[in-house]
Each structure stands twice: as C-alpha cells, then as structure tokens.
C-alpha cells in the first residue's frame, strides 16, 4: 500500500514560499526538504539551472521526516489572500497516550495547546480565537501569511 507522501502533495499558494514552508515545518515537526543530489543547497541548484535570483523564492517544499506523510508544497502567486479558507490545517498538540489509547486527561490537552499556540505566535502566527464546543477548545490561528488553522 503506498504511503500518503507518494499518493498526494498538499500546496499552499504564499507571497513567500520559503518563508511559509519554514512555519509550517516548525508547527509540523516536518523539515524543509533537501536539495537535489549533487547540491549542497537549493541556491547551489538554482544557480546550476540558471534560474533568476529574484525567482528563488518561487517555491519552496517541506516533508516529513519520516517519509509517511504528505509532501507540502508552497508556491509563489501575485494575488494575496482574500478570503477565508476552505480547506485548513489542524495541528494537534496532544497525542494519544493514555494507557487505554484514548485522550489524555482535558487538562494535559489543554496545557499542550497552550504551548504549542506561543510556539507557533513567537513564529509569527496571529491568534484569531479559542472557540469551546462540546466540551472541547481549540484555538484559531492565522500563519504569517493569514491562513487561518487551528491547534487542537
């Protein structure tokens, strides 16, 4: 059965992909992904295959370290952000680790989403919001660019 980084790539449009792919990798646990065989860095590439310097920051990708999830892609679009997401991120903050594999108990989860949310407003994300339903809080986020997620 393949796994999800060979079956789908994820793509954000950004006004800066490298940047967005380096907030993301922090908020993922993902790394920005290496240059090609045979370059020590994609500057190294990019210039090998004359691409203008002023186009370095057309895009950018980050993976997972453990080659399982999906590849997330970031590319350079002229128009900003107007509108809300369709589609969003979540990023949990908590795992399963309960001995009977269920949630942890509200308040571990809550302390966890409290610091993965600084982690991620000192990498310049925005609180928008925490929102409570149904015995759950989650907190509403906007990366640098103002794509809204949420930490759960």
């Not at 942890?104 to 302390?111: H, I, M």
């Not at 982690?119 to 015995?135: D, S």
Request: charged share 20%; net charge negative.
């Amino acid at each position: 059965m393949p796994i999800a980084s060979e079956i789908f790539n994820l793509t954000f449009d950004a006004a800066y992909p490298r940047r967005l792919a380096e907030f993301w990798a922090l908020a993922l646990g993902y790394r920005l992904e290496p240059p090609p065989d045979g370059f020590a860095t994609w500057e190294e590439a990019l210039a090998a295959w004359n691409v203008p310097p002023d186009e370095w920051d057309s895009a950018s990708a980050i993976i997972d370290p453990n080659g399982v999830l999906p590849r997330i892609f970031f590319q350079r679009v002229p128009e900003s952000k107007s509108a809300k997401n369709r589609v969003h991120l979540d990023v949990r903050a908590w795992r399963y680790t309960a001995p009977d594999g269920g949630r942890p108990p509200e308040a571990d989860v809550q302390a966890a989403i409290y610091a993965k949310v600084a982690e991620l407003v000192a990498a310049g994300a925005t609180t928008v919001g925490t929102v409570e339903q149904y015995g759950n809080a989650w907190t509403v986020l906007q990366d640098p660019e103002g794509n809204e997620f949420c930490v759960v």
